[in-house]
């Protein structure tokens, strides 16, 4: 379900559902409760059935949440403020549903049930509106959970579900998908656990334990408790030894911390009260009542109840073999029968068990009366019979206990299950008052009391003797003993609309207060005295002077009026107080509603999904073919408008972008993105170009990220249509990425090569490591198998690693030491450490190619999608010879021949592992095998010449120094091994000798030097010299070529200028002594050095 589509409690005030409009209904007595009848949810003689009643706030508004079976025949999630413009329907924020909502159990500002998508069945959860609906949790991926027995322990709710994998289990939620967890793991390895749970038997709640009763395999069905932990969630007591049952039932707190009593067989003393503390020494039965049969007999203890009376005691019904089944007490100390209501052997059978205040009631039979309400304050004296004025076997049923004291129940009289209330004396046993021309019968729910003291039931329903099938009442309080009704006041108002556009009039437009009741009377309707020149209309019925217009009619936007012009129309306020004893109900002033027409700018409106899921790398697309799609609507159809996307966790990838802007700046915001995998993006564009880029736009979560993520979109219309400025609309779409097993990643090298005979290590060290990688395996075991071809692996290590296991993933194989295949299992780490300096031996005297297969296998340890495997294969060509990488060295611009004794230098096979002695040749140069004896270019530029016999002449690039290299391969005219030459062009750097004072030159105060000036000056390069015996010149000046030959400043304010020889002229600033600085660049052609040359002036 979508936002645009919310009920009136989310965001639009009117709801898209329209009931049939029914006519209010005076209540005739306010002195006494009345039933009124809500809302005709499923039209015509067919029953909606309202079921699964919970009280519940929906904003601020109080009511009823409950299912109900819509005119489709689904049964359906509604809610109900008691009028019949507020019930409405409850959808899901994606997808279908909820339907058949069941045990709806309210947490604070939530209901959680469980409910159906048409698919399966899961844990739902609602906050009365269509956007806060969906699925908390897909507990069986694979098909239904079934969740049941949900109750509430400290604000947890906690429930039965069955994942597929572990059976029915005991699981708690707080909400969230995260938050929902297993906490038992009863009957281990039993996949369905049908037997696990009784269906009929609920979680109880006891102070801070929930007990319940389970089957472990073992010891039988057995008393079980929790606190919410899977290690504290333990059997009590093995009541009936061995792998008998006692089949505990009936859980009942006593008011006393956690502890309880129930029902249980023993095996020999029969089906019998017991209590417990939640330890197995508390754990005892507390009589053996019925002390028949040898003691085997059951009394069959039930309809437990604690009340406070007497100091407090646990009321219950059970047969002790003598006085038949009676009412029963357990004081914590003895049990003890408390009347035998059917004397003597016969049976009362007390059922339907209601506190009400300090008072019980409950239904019992006695020969004379047959079944009818009882009462009792915990004696014997004190338990009698209410009444028998309304009728022989009245039959008390779905009893629910009234404020301060007194009963609801259901009773047979006349047509059979009527409403009644007691307030346990026979004169107020009475039935409630039903409007005139109805009729309520067959009571179906133990009325529900909301917050605000109205009581909600359902029961087969007659008007003016129409069947209109199983609907929604409620129980209208007394209106009291504050006299006649006063008259309610209406307000002067003004209303503006849109010139020719339906408006939808609400409640508060009328201004209706009722200041003269205390306490107030609620708003019941509007009376239209003069009619305005435009269109008033009530369900597109034209409304006349002297109608009367309900509030829950109002409430569902039907009363709307239509016009061009300024207009108006005058109205009176009615109470729902009645007119009884000279009431008034009405407002004696007629008010009067002033409609300006003028043009207001309308908030644009989002479409958008509350609630999504999908699975771990992979795309979310929002479209209209997916059934979740996002889209806009303003009222400016044409105009330009604004978007703001945001994605948390992932990306946004628009379907498109034409029509749309980024490129822009103002009040509103700049534009940002491109609409292409980003993050945030910020546009503009017409509705249609809009929604046309939205149709389609994907989400792409984070790699491997799983967890929550959103997107959220914010409309901004730019305030285009009327006044009222820019108006914005902001919606957040929450997407839970559900993890997904990730595949495990081989990492294997290329292809290798080895001697005949000679062993082959797989190491880091060697840069040839094999190793495996899985980004969400953790500690977990993964599982390798090791396949050699033409020899043995071994492994380095076998530390950490398992060879002996079987399942449906494989079976343990060798133990890591000369295996020509091998299984084993172990966390990456210890893999990995295995691997490296794994060894590979060839067969004895093989040459030829030969291999190692890696299959890793990630036994399915993270996210959903089974077990994953990756499968790598590396060649090992196993040869006779081998041609190794080799080096050699030579001065720039110096010929490197080889072989050659005065350079000591080698042929290129000198290089060559030849164990057997063959006869080889260089066959190709970096892969030609053409151009052997010619000369050849080199990666850097030199020329290279080679011949068959593994000489070779090597001419460096001119004036160049650094490293060159080439590729040869050896042949023995069968089989072929490649490797790489790398030629060492080598240079000395120039170097500088700056003297032991760190200066070479000094001046006296204004005198200037000229250099070379022989003897006794030399010039800059006296002092430098190059190893290579190279030319030494200068080629810069303070760091600039276009120094040279230039009269420059010196550091201190000096004249320098020096020449490319090393000769200069320096001339010291006037009137002055020190240390004065210039640098100077030497080169020999190829590397160079920058040196600071100091110049000490004295006086």
Known sequence: MFNHTQNKYGKSRCSSVRYTRLSFEVLEDRLAPALVFVSDIRQGQNSSTPL??????????????????????????????????????????????????????????????????????????TNGTDQGTGVVKDINPNGSSDPMSLVVMNNVLYFIANDGTNGRQVWKSDGTANGTVRISDINPGVGANKGLFDLLTPLAVAGNTIYFKANDGTNGTELWKTTGTMASTVMVKNINNGANSSDPYGFTATGLGASIVFAADDGTTGV???????????????????????????????NFIYVPMQGGMVIFSANDGTNGTELWKYDGTNASLLKDINPNAGSSSPSQMTLSGNTLFFNAFAPNTGNQLYKSDGTAAGTV??????????????????????????????????????????????????????????????????????????????????????????????????????????TNTNVTIQPAMPYSFNVGDFGFT???????DNFQAVKITTVPAGTLDLFGQTVNAGDFVSVSDINACGLTFTGTQNDSFTFQVQDDGGTDNSGVDLDATARTMTISASSVNTAPINTAPWALSMNEDTTLVFSSANAY?????????????????????????????????????????????????????????????????????????????????????????????GSGGALTDTDTVSITVDAVNDAPVNTVPASQYTLEDASLDFSAGNGNAISIGDLDAGNEDLQVT?????????????????????????????????????????????????????????????????TV?????????????????????????????????????????????????????????????????????????????????????????????????????????????GDDWFAYTVSDGTYFSTATIILHVTNSTPTFDEGLMGYRYSTTMNQSITAPNEPWTFGLLHYADDDDGDTLTITAVNGDPDNLDQAISTSEGGTITVSADGSFDYTPPTDWTGDDEFDITISDGITSITVTIVIRVTS
């Open 385 to 490: 019979l209410v009444s028998t004025n309304q009728a022989a076997n009245m039959n008390p049923r779905y009893m629910a206990a009234k404020p301060g004291s007194g009963v609801y129940f259901s009773g047979t009289v006349q047509l059979g299950g009527e409403l009644y209330t007691s307030d346990g004396t026979a004169g107020g046993t009475v039935a409630v008052a039903v409007p005139a021309g109805w009729a309520l019968d067959t009571i179906q729910v133990v009325p529900v009391l909301a917050a605000n003291g109205t009581f909600f039931l359902s029961g087969r329903t007659h008007r003016n003797q129409a069947a209109l099938g199983v609907e929604l009442w409620k129980i209208a309080p007394p209106r009291g003993a504050q006299g006649p009704n006063q008259a309610p006041a209406g």
């Open 853 to 961: 297969e890696l299959v890793s296998n990630d036994l399915g340890n993270s996210g959903s999608g089974g077990a994953l495997a990756d499968d790598d294969t590396v060649t090992i060509h196993v040869v006779n010879f081998l041609a190794n990488d080799a080096s050699y060295s030579t001065k720039h611009d110096v010929t490197l021949t080889a072989p050659n004794m005065m350079q000591m230098t080698n042929g290129l096979l000198y290089y060559v592992s030849n164990p057997q002695s063959l006869s080889l040749a260089v066959g190709a140069i970096d892969g030609d095998d053409t151009i052997i004896g010619d000369p050849v270019t080199t990666a850097m530029g030199g020329t290279l010449t080679v011949e068959s016999d593994g000489s070779f002449v090597y001419d460096p690039p001119a004036n160049w120094a």
């Open 629 to 721: 799609e996002i889209a806009v609507s303003d009222d400016s159809v044409s105009a330009s408008i604004q978007v703001a996307l945001a994605a948390t966790n992932g990306t946004l990838t628009l379907s498109g972008t034409s029509g749309l802007s980024f490129s822009f700046s103002d009040a509103n915001g700049s534009g940002t993105g491109d609409g292409t995998n980003d993050s945030t993006m910020r546009f503009r564009g017409s509705m249609s170009n809009i929604n046309a880029a939205l149709n389609g736009l994907a989400f792409t979560p984070t790699p491997n990220y799983n967890g929550g993520a959103s997107v959220e979109i914010v409309t901004n219309d730019l305030g285009n249509t």
């Open 786 to 850: 090791l396949t050699a071809t033409h020899g043995t692996v071994t492994l380095s290590s076998t530390t950490g690693l398992s060879f002996s296991f079987s399942d449906s993933n494989g079976t343990g194989a060798g133990d890591g030491t000369a295996d020509t295949t091998m299984t084993f299992r172990g966390t990456v780490s210890a893999i990995n450490a295995a691997l490296n300096g794994l060894t590979f031996i060839p067969t004895s005297n093989y040459v030829g190619d030969a």
């Open 272 to 302: 019998e009260l017991w209590k417990s503390d939640g330890t197995t020494a508390g754990t005892v039965r507390v009589a053996d009542i019925n002390g028949g049969n040898n003691g085997a007999a059951s009394s069959n203890p039930n």
């Open 52 to 125: 699964y009643l919970a009280p519940f706030r929906v904003g601020n508004t109080d009511g009823v949440m409950f299912s109900a079976v819509t005119g489709g025949g689904d049964r359906r999630l509604h809610f109900s403020d008691g009028t019949n413009g507020g019930t409405i329907q409850i959808r899901a924020n994606a997808g279908v549903g909820p339907l058949n909502a069941r045990e709806l159990t309210p947490i604070g500002t939530t209901v959680f049930f469980f409910g159906s998508n048409g698919v399966e069945t899961e844990l739902w959860k």
């Open 514 to 520: 009722d200041p003269s009741d205390t306490p107030p």
